[in-house]
């Protein structure tokens, strides 16, 4: 008797210890990167995804995300961050705008500059191995937001300035950056370029060039704006290395001190230290990667926006088609094996319609992919909404049942029933936009008595960004 019980006794403690080491071994790390250009909805996309998480991580509420619906999920908390030199996500400012005490809920400000917060998800492993000896995991989620504006610099790594200037300067030839440019053409041609360098002489030139960049994202949109840190300089306002700009001709014979020269120096020293940094400390370490497109607003635009939305997606996705590029894999090698472009802010439109924009933004991304060849890494489209801002209302007119939407728009003081357009299903050129073009309103977030979010699908985004890991 006395022998089996100290064998029992042995077995558990040796089984305890067994538990443990697996345990530990089968805690994961994820590094998830939350990005888009700004007013995309990083901010409150994350919000929402540490909300539903923490304190609304039901199977009614997340059905799609298999960890719920198998009801193995057993709590998720915030808890610090690694990270010691990135600032930290303001989740509780950020909630109560969303969800105040009191008072109307708006969104939150927005950010500007990369930050992060650390998800501990603690689950039931669901079999095998992990269920038997490890009752419970731990996934570590590192979720890093920064702005697709950084990420949109990444070819000037492997341009000259010359090439640069090139390219920059003649995009601004045509429309709709042209109808701007003016005051900034005007004060470039009045430099001489072979001069000896004059220092306020650049630094108006380059205010009327970040003045320009910053009135082309506002007014139109436009999402090929560089270098990406002169729409947010954050701390580096006024540095030297941000005050250069594109020129007509930069492959003049370079005269040692004169202005061109500075031109070029600024531009190599922008690439050096805060392009490259940016890849090398963060980009290559991600694991996983969604990506934000704010479709509607594009559409709003016109099709030179929409256009433009889609040579980005393409000049992205050749960045993370590594396996193809020499160049970038040697210097970055990226971790990320799952890619997804969330076309945000589904619920302006009527939800007939989720599908028409689904495809819209899979017509973006594929025309691209289609050509690339992918080494291991997943890519998927969906449309979604972090926060659900409006509620589907049926409206019957003249014996038609019309899909509205019921919200109340941030540029009105009045709710309203509103019937949005219906967003093209692919790519349309200049010829087949309607003439009237597209009305999309953007619309303040629902008071919720009971201080929950409403999502659309951003279940089915957890499940793809993170169900593998949380098997
Ligand atoms: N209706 C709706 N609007 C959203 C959603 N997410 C963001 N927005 C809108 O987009 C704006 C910018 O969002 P934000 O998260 O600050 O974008 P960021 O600059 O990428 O962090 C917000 O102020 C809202 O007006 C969403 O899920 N639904
Ligand atoms: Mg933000």
Request: glycine share 4%; hydrophobic share 40%.
């Amino acid at each position: 008797m006395i022998t089996t019980s100290s064998a029992k006794n042995a077995f558990n403690k040796f089984k305890g210890k067994a538990e443990k080491a697996v345990h530990r071994s089968l805690d994961q790390h994820v590094k998830l990167a939350v990005t888009g250009l700004s007013g995309s909805g990083k901010t409150a996309f994350i919000t929402a995804l540490v909300k539903h998480l923490t304190s609304q991580a039901t199977d009614k509420n997340l059905p799609f995300f298999d960890v719920m619906q198998q009801q193995r999920h057993i709590a998720t908390k915030i808890v610090p961050q690694q990270a010691l030199t990135i600032p930290t996500f303001d989740y509780p400012k950020a909630l109560s705008a969303l969800l105040p005490l009191e008072g109307q809920p708006h969104w939150p400000a927005s950010t500007e500059r990369i930050n992060t917060l650390r998800l501990a998800i603690k689950y039931r492993s669901n079999a095998g191995l992990r269920g038997h000896f490890a009752p419970q995991s731990t996934l570590y989620l590192d979720i890093i937001d920064y702005p697709g504006e950084w990420l949109l610099d990444l070819p000037m790594l492997e341009q000259s300035y010359q090439q640069w200037s090139e390219q920059q300067y003649a995009l601004l030839q045509c429309s709709p950056r042209v109808e701007k440019s003016q005051p900034f053409l005007t004060a470039l041609s009045e430099l001489d370029l072979t001069a000896p360098v004059d220092e306020n002489a650049l630094s108006a030139i380059a205010t009327h060039y970040q003045t320009l960049l910053v009135s082309l994202k506002q007014d139109t949109k436009l999402a090929m704006l560089q270098p990406g840190r002169m729409l947010m300089p954050g701390e580096l306002q006024g540095a030297p290395l941000l005050l250069f700009f594109p020129v007509a001709q930069a492959n003049d014979k370079v005269v040692a001190g004169s202005n061109l020269a500075h031109l070029q120096k600024r531009f190599y020293a922008y690439v050096k230290e805060v392009v490259k940094p940016f890849y090398t400390q963060h980009f290559r370490n991600f694991d996983r990667q969604i990506v934000l497109v704010d479709v509607l607003s594009a559409l709003n635009e016109g099709p030179e926006t929409l256009q433009e939305q889609g040579d980005v997606i393409k000049q992205l996705l050749v960045h993370f088609n590594y396996g193809e590029t020499g160049f970038l894999k040697r210097l970055f090698k990226p971790n990320i094996d799952k890619l997804l472009f969330a076309a945000n802010k589904s619920d302006h439109i009527s939800s007939a319609h989720h599908k028409d924009l689904a495809l819209l933004l899979d017509s973006l991304v594929h025309e691209q992919s289609n050509h690339l060849k992918f080494d291991g890494v997943k890519i998927e489209t969906m449309a979604m909404s972090s926060i659900m801002a409006t509620m589907p209302k049926q409206v019957v007119e003249q014996g038609k049942t019309l899909n509205c939407i019921y919200g109340k728009p941030l540029s009105e003081s009045q709710w309203l029933t509103y019937l949005p357009p219906q967003p093209p299903m692919r790519m349309l050129n200049k010829d087949e936009w309607p003439s009237h073009g597209f009305e999309f309103l953007s619309f303040a977030p629902m008071p919720s008595p009971d201080k929950q979010l409403k999502h659309i699908r951003l279940d089915h985004v957890m499940q793809y960004l993170l169900g593998d890991k949380l098997t």
